[in-house]
């Protein structure tokens, strides 16, 4: 007996490395430009405490897409290392940006909890990367 539907597995999802490249900088450039445009560029929204949510969202995007590329350039590392190093620097690139806010423009500022919803973004990608990886999700990538 034949089955109605059949589904073939996907054997190689591998992305190139150059691609993974591409949008982890087209990710870094677009929150480079949202974090430092003048805020009366931005829409109004009037949700509580939405900034935060974006701030870890970015992050959240930022940590995933650099530890894939960590992951293909560093092929010898262990996911644990990949991972630490990612959160570090989407830490340490995060701090930076709340210093040029504050240095380099007029109409924004530092913020310590930006910093903080940044950091737990970029903890809720190592959770996702832990998670899947039980599965050998990120082998395939």
């Known amino acids: ?8 597995p996907i054997k190689n999802l591998s992305v190139p490395k150059k691609t993974i490249l591409f949008l982890a900088l087209f990710w870094t450039g677009i929150i480079v430009f949202l974090c430092l445009i003048k805020s009366s560029d931005l829409p109004k929204v ?3 405490n939405l900034d935060k949510v974006v701030h870890a969202f970015f992050h959240f995007v930022f940590t995933l897409l650099w530890f894939l590329f960590f992951k293909k350039q560093f092929i010898s590392f262990k996911i644990s290392k990949l991972l ?8 340490f690139f995060g701090i ?3 210093i040029l806010q504050e240095f380099c423009t ?3 500022r530092a ?20 998670v899947f990886n039980k599965k050998n999700i990120f082998d395939k990538i």
């Open 1 to 8: 007996m034949t089955p109605y539907c059949q589904v073939t």
């Open 46 to 48: 009037k949700i509580e």
């Open 84 to 91: 630490f190093i990612s959160i570090l620097f989407s830490l």
């Open 96 to 98: 930076l940006i709340e």
């Open 106 to 108: 007029t109409t924004r």
């Open 111 to 130: 913020d310590v909890l930006d910093v903080l919803s940044n950091f737990s973004g970029a903890l809720i990608a190592f959770i996702c990367v832990k």
